[in-house]
């Protein structure tokens, strides 16, 4: 394990004094926290349905517990609150219409207050090795890294269209991203899933927490802050996860009506990173020639889904202009804008 003497403290212990065998006391310090730091789950619910109880025992079998698990409830009506306790959680249920991307996050990150690295999960992210969080951890030794996320692996019943999304923006290379990388990377710099993916407290919080006035991509956001105040993001493509959707069309134009709303609200990030149009066109040309090659009678289909993502990403940009009701209509996040910030 090689852990670079950046002059800072390792994230975790208390900071190190400088001077001559710094190095090496880093160096034991970064072995140490791997053995002693504190880990917390933080798991988001609605309704889990049939996967929950796969998802449990997947997580039982992980070779790295979390030492504080809490799963936040927006009042299911299934037995997902019975199974989670049954297993273990700690669960806070909430009313449906108090659920934020951001602020629900947050406040399990508060609700931790003694984990030195907080993971997120998704009900319908379903570990793949016993090993994955414990690959996912592991980016941690680097005392630069503040946030780290898995690759997600399309579930195996995934339509071609929601495989390729996968494939796409999962790698199998792993990545380790900074500020000084942003003129490769692009947009893509401060892309971070947290349907997998943990922060180390003080970098979160450096950040400023999760943000409670997002619609969504509340992840990127976080990621975005963490670069530009030094911190590195890691991708682990070791570390994975069952993870896909297949969108219906409706679906695809009211998620990049969301992501349009995002855009706007947070115009610093394509100021500082770049725009989001340039990869969404090697994305189009990556789903083209997938298709050809495995599923070509989808490329209709996809062609159709690609002017409705436009579509909805444009009419999200100008969503100021549009009233109430049609805004909660075309939104898949409808308790948004309940509460939403002009």
């Known amino acids: 394990m090689t852990i670079l003497d950046t002059g800072t403290d390792c994230g975790f212990c208390p900071p190190l004094p400088s001077g001559e065998g710094w190095g090496e006391g880093i160096q034991e310090c970064a072995i140490h926290d791997r053995l002693q730091y504190k880990v917390g789950l933080v798991v988001p619910t609605l309704n889990a349905g049939s996967l929950w109880e796969s998802w449990l025992k997947a997580f039982e079998q992980q070779t790295r517990k979390a030492d504080y698990r809490l799963v936040i409830d927006s009042s299911s009506n299934d037995d997902t609150v019975a199974l989670a306790r049954g297993h273990g959680f700690e669960v806070q249920v909430i009313a449906k219409s108090e659920f934020n991307h951001g602020g629900t996050r947050q406040s399990g990150v508060n609700r931790l207050p003694e984990a030195d690295i907080i993971v997120f999960l998704t009900q319908d992210a379903l570990l793949a090795k016993a090993d994955a969080i414990e690959r996912l951890l592991a980016a941690f030794d680097d005392q630069r890294v503040g946030a780290a996320y ?160 436009w579509l909805g990403f444009k009419l999200g940009a100008l969503h100021r202009g549009l009233p109430q009701a049609m805004l909660r209509r075309v939104s898949l996040h409808k308790t948004y804008w309940l509460r939403a910030l002009p």
């Open 150 to 309: 898995g690759r997600q692996l399309p579930h195996r019943n995934a339509g071609a269209i929601a495989a390729h999304a996968r494939l796409f923006n999962y790698p199998a290379e792993s990545q380790l991203r900074g500020m000084e990388d942003r003129t490769r990377f692009g947009i893509k710099s401060v892309f971070i899933s947290n349907s997998f993916a943990a922060y180390r407290r003080n970098a979160l919080m450096q950040a400023g927490g999760f943000p409670v006035d997002t619609i969504m991509n509340e992840d990127t956001y976080v990621a975005g802050k963490m670069l530009v105040s030094g911190w590195k993001i890691a991708y682990c493509a070791d570390a994975q996860v069952f993870h896909s959707h297949d969108y219906g069309f409706l679906d695809e134009f009211k998620r990049y009506f969301d992501i349009g709303v995002f855009h706007t609200h947070t115009a610093w990030l394509q100021q500082t990173f770049g725009g989001a149009s340039g990869e969404g066109l090697r994305f189009v040309l990556s789903e083209m020639r997938y298709l050809i090659n495995h599923a070509p009678w989808l490329i209709p289909s996809a062609g159709l889904r690609t002017g409705l993502k």
